[in-house]
T-cell receptor, first 114, second 113 residues
Framework: DTEVTQTPKHLVMGMTNKKSLKCEQH?????MYWYKQKAKKPPELMFV???????INESVPSRFSPECPNSSLLNLHLHALQPEDSALYLC?????????????FGSGTRLTVV | GQQLNQSPQSMFIQEGEDVSMNCTSS?????WLWYKQDPGEGPVLLIA?????ELTSNGRLTAQFGITRKDSFLNISASIPSDVGIYFC?????????????FGQGTILTVHP
């Protein structure tokens, strides 16, 4: 299995809703990431988990809450989002946090906040 | 922090033409990565470069790790319609930025049949 699987593929949520994005990989990678991407722009790093511990939080607002239940799963809990949070949310994994062998990205969740 | 300057920002070419794009940095990178992103999908790794001067091919794609370690080039030969997408250069940051991947701004490629 050489894939990173993200669900759901599309999500529409209101500003008062609570939802979660899920990410799963079975490649034995020990680092997992959440990225946010606006149209035609490069991905922007949000969080890095290394060996299931949060190692980097890029000053992301607290309405985004990451969780790494085990080495294969990564969640992003969403609450009280704003319309400007609408974007493609990408999960990625790598063998280790150095990333020198590249990241494997999932197909992303297209999030629309209304 | 480290930044990657990628050019051109966009390209409109005819099918069959060759394509070149490059990435430069003011600081040294020890690894250069080239990704392609199709619409509605996540980026896919095309080529990884680990040594200054290294030239690596993947089918019609060829990438080079600049000798100064501050630049990299990606060439696509004989373009086809499925080459359409956004191409990103990227490099793992080091030091206090360990764990981060720095991306270029991307090159949007359009191929006319």
């Amino acid at each position: 299995d050489t894939e990173v699987t993200q669900t759901p593929k599309h999500l529409v949520m209101g500003m008062t809703n609570k939802k979660s994005l899920k990410c799963e990989q079975h490649m034995g990678h020990r680092a997992m990431y959440w990225y946010k991407q606006k149209a035609k722009k490069p991905p922007e790093l949000m969080f890095v988990y290394s060996y299931e511990k949060l190692s980097i939080n890029e000053s992301v607002p607290s309405r985004f809450s990451p969780e790494c239940p085990n080495s294969s799963l990564l969640n992003l809990h969403l609450h009280a989002l704003q319309p400007e949070d609408s974007a493609l949310y990408l999960c990625a994994s790598s063998q280790q946090a150095s990333g020198i062998y590249g990241y494997t990205f999932g197909s992303g969740t297209r999030l629309t906040v209304v | 922090g480290q930044q990657l300057n990628q050019s051109p920002q966009s390209m409109f070419i005819q099918e069959g033409e060759d394509v070149s794009m490059n990435c430069t940095s003011s600081s040294i990178f020890n690894t250069w990565l080239w990704y392609k992103q199709d619409p509605g999908e996540g980026p896919v790794l095309l080529i990884a470069l680990y040594k200054a001067g290294e030239l690596t091919s993947n089918g019609r794609l060829t990438a080079q790790f600049g000798i100064t370690r501050k630049d990299s080039f990606l060439n696509i030969s004989a373009s086809i319609p499925s080459d359409v997408g956004i191409y990103f250069c990227a490099g793992p940051a080091g030091g206090t930025s360990y764990g981060k991947l720095t991306f270029g701004q991307g090159t949007i490629l359009t191929v006319h049949p």
